[in-house]
């Protein structure tokens, strides 16, 4: 996997364009990605370590969301093709997310303590549940992923996730026939419903 | 559940409900909870699945870090500044190799005490580069004895100062040309002797110069004022010829000035005369005061030996 992003850097110094991008994710190519990560991933931390106080940590997370957030784009058929170069489009992402990461820190750093003690106590409780319970959530519905077996896993992150098709899942994963890819989708889909069913309280 | 309700379901998963589907796929959410119940949980596998997938990916991406992390750190925007800096670096110093005149690289490579005794850096000097030549071209006795007093009225000593000013500056700056080429070291040897008064030297060495070099009137010029200076006017006549000296020579006032002194120690007084008449009547030049004052002085003199 990284060697074939270290082999295409070595074959090819410039940076991966657009096109070639779109195209070899919708082809469902892997190294793509990475490549898209490992071309712009300095750059992108250099710039905005310029324009942002942030750690290096905080700006490498808020790049691989912007990259992800282009391959969902680009596997869900919203992005097709790009006016601009591959680099102002992350770029254009990643300020956003940038801007976001800001307003939340500024928040943290905005709200006075004496304000936090004013609040009341079922106040304060109330908050903290809020947080705990979309933490919570998340957490629970990750640890029924993790419960499935790794194939299943798999099978269902590239058939919901990547978006590939039976076909290309059975390429990949060395199935015999798409319908039996079908079938044992539905299957690890029915295993992690009841899982996530067994998992989560009932509502009230 | 009925299969009619899984396989809306399995559709509404997909993504693939028709419109007429999604009607009926909002009508059974309405009126059925179990039915909502099963959506809410398809909702909540798709969103682990997709939670799922962004860990993965970001893991991958993790690992790109660490390998990327252990590259020394690299400047992609400055990489093209290099890729023009270094190659012309290069160049530059090809050209200083290739075409720095020798004399110069030699002073380069020299030590700082060395340079001292260096020509180039001789030539650059203010002082006069042969204080002491004029007095070894005073004459003989002999001489004394075949000239006419009213020469020796004149200031000689200036005269030839002036000469070899003149001549150092002219004559060698306009030689330093020819130390481009490959013979550079033997005349640079060569014009170091004359440099240094060894005009035994420069008479000696003249046959080891290269033959473009010897042929040239300016070695030739030097050449003579070496014979001049160890009085050997015969050797400076025949090293010219005076009939093939056209007036678009550049150093035709040069050599017409050796030729005047020559004859002069020879004590032919008519010859000498007619040279620095010619040299008197080159004007501009910076002899042309001297020679007129020799010119007077030489009339004068044939014209009381004639008197007489």
Known sequence: MFQTYFSLDKSNNSKIGATQAIE?????????????????????????????????????????????????????????????????????????????????????????????SSLSAQTLHESELTFDEEEEEKAILRKALDQLPENCRNLLIMAVYDRLSNEQIMVKMGYQSKATVAVTKTKCLSKLTSIIKNMKPPKS | MKESDRILLDKYFDGSLSPEEEVLFAQRIAEDPLFEAEVELLNNARQAIIIGGRDALQARFKAIDKQLDQKPPSFPGR???????????????????????????????KPVQQQKDSLGDTISTSKPLLPATFQDTIPTQKEKKALPKQVYALD?????????????????????????????????????????????????????????????????????????????????????DPEAITTDNKLATEIYWLLGWAWLQKGKQTQSLAYFKKVSEDTGNLRQASALKLVDTLSKANRDASGQ
């Open chain 1, 24 to 116: 070899g994710i919708q082809k469902g190519d892997n190294s793509v990605i990475e490549r898209i990560y490992a071309d712009f991933r300095n750059d992108f931390i250099h710039w905005a370590g310029k324009r942002f106080p942030f750690e290096k940590e905080d700006l490498r997370d808020i790049f691989q969301q912007t990259v992800c957030i282009f391959y969902e784009k680009v596997v869900s058929g919203k992005i097709q093709s790009l006016d601009c170069a591959l680099g102002t489009y992350l770029y254009a992402v990643g300020f956003n997310g940038l801007r976001a990461h800001s307003r939340k820190m500024k928040k943290i750093d905005l709200v006075p303590p004496e304000e936090l």
């Open chain 2, 156 to 240: 000689v000593n200036a005269l030839m100062k002036t000469h070899f000013s003149a001549y150092s500056d002219d004559v060698i700056e306009g030689l330093k040309d020819q130390t481009r080429s490959d013979s550079a070291n033997v005349l640079q040897t060569w014009l170091k002797a004359y440099v240094a008064r060894d005009y035994k030297s420069v008479i000696a060495n003249y046959t080891k110069l290269p033959d473009k070099a010897a042929r040239a009137d300016k070695t030739r010029v030097i050449l003579g004022n070496a014979y001049l200076v160890t009085h050997e006017p015969d050797k400076v006549m025949a090293l010219f």
């Open chain 2, 79 to 109: 990489k093209w500044i290099w890729m023009i800096v270094l190659p012309t670096l290069f160049v530059f110093s090809l050209c200083l190799y290739f075409f720095l005149p020798p004399l110069s690289r030699q002073q380069l490579s």
